[in-house]
């Protein structure tokens, strides 16, 4: 190097410890930012986790309604037909009666195994209402932290100050997913 360009290089550094404090400051938001991001985004794919679980549930639930209603039709169709016979016999007449009491009993259990499914497809809806709200946060966040990002090789603050606003709202509204109801 030559004593010119040692000079000209102790200059720039002297002129980058002006702002060198400011642009700490600003290193450190962007950083604190891009932790948000961190934790807004396992908030959320957690969240979306939670609801594919709860849809899976719910389909379980309405299957296992739907395999209770035809076992009941088919034992409607076996009573109807047994009924038929002319002159029934005592032992028919009593499967008739425990036929009759097995479609009594799960005719009772069809409004539980109804209301168990729609619980789960209630749980769906609101884990996708709060996975929306924590996809919204997450990328307002990471807006925030790329308009900050700009900051620093443009040493314009208005870059960060709409930075913090966007990062901000993001925190806000990803922080709203825990007031969904």
């Not at 400051?25 to 991001?37: K, M, P, Q």
């Not at 908030?43 to 549930?57: D, I």
């Not at 443009?154 to 930075?163: C, D, K, N």
């Amino acid at each position: 190097m030559e004593p010119t360009e040692i000079q000209e290089f102790s200059k720039q550094m002297s002129e980058a410890g002006e702002g060198g404090e400011s642009l700490k400051s600003i290193s450190l938001a962007i950083s604190i930012l891009a932790v948000l991001v961190a934790i807004v985004t396992v908030a959320g794919h957690r969240t979306h986790t939670e609801a594919v679980l709860m849809q899976s549930k719910a389909g379980d639930q309405w299957n296992e309604y739907q395999a209770k209603k035809i076992r009941e039709d088919n034992l409607a169709v076996v009573v109807d037909t047994l009924s038929l016979q002319p002159n029934p016999s005592p032992a028919t007449t009593a499967k008739i009666a425990d036929y009759q009491a097995h479609i009594a009993k799960w005719k009772a259990e069809f409004a539980e195994e109804q209301g168990k499914a729609q619980e789960f497809e209630a749980e769906v809806k609101h884990a996708e209402a709060q996975a929306s709200r924590y996809d919204l946060g997450e990328a307002l966040l990471q807006i925030a932290v790329v308009l900050s990002s700009i900051t620093l090789l443009t040493r314009q603050r208005s870059y960060f100050l709409l930075g913090l606003s966007l990062g901000l709202a993001g925190l806000v509204i990803a922080l709203s997913a825990l007031f969904v109801h």
